[in-house]
């Protein structure tokens, strides 16, 4: 017996995919189809959609993966931020779009290259790394 098109669909939007693989069946089992020539949408990439067609007993891409997003939804990117070294981290939603990158710890004491005095009354300096910490020993100039 035949599916109707709306289960159908729904069936396949249940199925998770690998962005570097062609969609599964509902349930990741199968590409195997009996209606020569029967259309279906399945998901593709992280959140995309594809037109797949019946041929030969199998689904095969009728169509580009398309609306896919750049990520899986609840996965972190983690990056030293701009502004003195500061931990920064960003979630994917459900959409599989990043949201905005967020501090996620304490910034460093200053800015890499950044110089400051040994306050010793000499011409000496620290310098600031590209850790974000002042060097332990002074130099001099």
């Known amino acids: 017996m035949k599916k109707p098109l709306l289960v159908s669909l729904l069936l396949s939007f249940t199925a998770a995919c690998d962005p ?3 969609p599964s069946d509902a349930g990741g089992t199968s590409l195997v189809c009996s209606e020569e020539g029967a259309m279906r949408i399945a998901e593709c990439g992280f ?4 037109s797949q067609t019946c041929s030969d007993g199998r689904w095969t891409m009728a169509s580009a993966c398309l609306g896919a997003g750049p990520c899986e939804p609840a996965s972190v990117q983690t990056r030293v931020g701009p502004v003195r070294c500061t931990p920064e981290q960003r979630l994917c939603g459900a959409d599989c779009q990043w949201g905005e990158w967020l501090a996620a710890g304490s910034p460093g004491e200053c800015e890499p290259g950044q110089l400051i005095g040994c ?17 332990e020993v002074c130099t001099s100039g």
């Open 20 to 22: 570097s693989t062609p």
């Open 47 to 50: 959140c995309g959609m594809v």
């Open 119 to 135: 306050g010793d009354g000499t011409d000496t300096y620290r310098v600031c790394s590209a850790e974000c910490r002042y060097a």
